[in-house]
């Protein structure tokens, strides 16, 4: 680029995670309280809503991706929430085991899970410092 182009991040559009089965990972973010914003079977996508955001989570399928563990490098998505620690306790409930217990950050507490092809999702809440969370 020279010196008088530029270009400026506006936001999000869509964070895109593959998955080896499109029913199966609809089923399990679902669980992990997503809700399905819409579906497209033919074209092998789903999105999945993340607040009143337009951006959410997009499962995009690979039919070649089977079941693993977390590479141990895997990026992560981390999400906002009221409360971290809650979340994991609804997350054990609804039978999606955190990777760990929910740890401190600079900012508050935050709990990770994976779903079945290794994607980390991150539940992060801003109780330590209220005056940057989501209102």
């Known amino acids: 680029m020279s010196d008088d182009e530029s270009y400026e991040l506006l936001?999000?559009?869509n964070v895109l995670l593959p998955v080896g089965d499109l029913g199966e990972a609809v089923a399990w973010y679902e669980r992990a309280g997503f809700p399905v914003g819409f579906r497209l079977d033919e074209a092998g996508i789903a999105v999945l809503k993340v607040g009143k955001e337009t951006p959410?989570?997009?499962?995009?399928?690979?039919?070649?991706?089977?079941?693993?563990?977390?590479?141990w490098a895997?990026?992560?998505?981390?999400?906002?929430?009221?409360?971290?620690?809650?979340?994991?306790?609804?997350?054990?409930?609804?039978d999606i085991r955190p990777l760990d217990e929910p740890f401190s950050t600079a900012t508050g507490w935050t709990v990770e899970v994976a779903?079945?092809?290794?994607?980390?999702?991150?539940?992060?809440?801003?109780?330590?410092?209220?005056e940057l969370r989501r209102v």
């Open 56 to 71: 959410g989570v997009l499962l995009r399928l690979d039919e070649e991706l089977s079941h693993r563990p977390p590479p």
């Open 74 to 94: 895997s990026p992560r998505v981390w999400l906002e929430v009221r409360d971290a620690r809650a979340t994991a306790e609804a997350l054990t409930t609804a």
């Open 115 to 130: 779903d079945p092809w290794g994607n980390i999702i991150g539940f992060t809440d801003y109780c330590k410092r209220p």
């Open 11 to 13: 936001g999000f559009d």
